[in-house]
């Protein structure tokens, strides 16, 4: 079989997290405040942004999940920041000999808005990254009051990246 080497990969990353009291509301680094005080469970800091984002960036070379490298199983990850997790995941691309072309993700959620933390939370992942921010963009959307999104028994994110060979 002849092995053809491409310069591009997609990968697809997914994440959700239930709501719960007593924890943080963290999404792409930043804290939000949720109108019922509630934060996501997880056991990290449960940012589904990063996470879903970490997924892709591992989807896109084959090289598994977030868990195979974060695993819940192991204290040194508890209440880890995502951010963090991020960079390492970054690192791992890199070394593979892949850069990003660009992300986009969507976060699912009815409440609280996060449009007005857009920047900020674009600002977070292309700084983790060191990316230009232009290659990173976050949308959010509601579930129309459907599923666990809708529901507010959770939050959600879907991202797909574009890595390309440096």
């Not at 491409?6 to 924890?23: C, S």
């Not at 509301?25 to 469970?41: A, M, N, S, Y």
């Not at 072309?101 to 857009?118: A, G, L």
């Amino acid at each position: 079989m002849i092995k053809r080497i491409p310069n591009f990969r997609i990968g697809n990353g997914y994440d959700i997290h239930r709501l719960v009291k007593d924890r943080n509301l963290i999404i792409g680094g930043v804290e939000l405040k949720h109108p019922d005080d509630l934060g996501l469970d997880g056991h990290s800091d449960a940012d589904v942004l990063s996470h879903s984002i970490m997924d892709a960036l591992l989807g896109a070379l084959s090289l598994g999940d977030i868990g195979k490298y974060f695993p819940p199983s192991d204290q040194k990850w508890k209440n880890a920041d995502s951010l963090l997790l991020l960079s390492k995941v970054i690192k791992l691309i890199r070394k593979q000999g892949w850069e990003i072309n660009n992300i986009d993700s969507v976060i699912v959620v009815e409440r609280p808005k996060i449009k007005p933390f857009v920047g900020l939370m674009k600002k977070n992942i292309s700084n983790t990254l060191e990316i230009d921010d232009s290659f990173v963009g976050i949308k959010a959307t509601t579930n129309e009051k459907l599923g666990p999104e809708g529901r507010e028994e959770g939050i959600s994110c879907h991202s797909v990246v574009l890595l390309e060979r440096k």
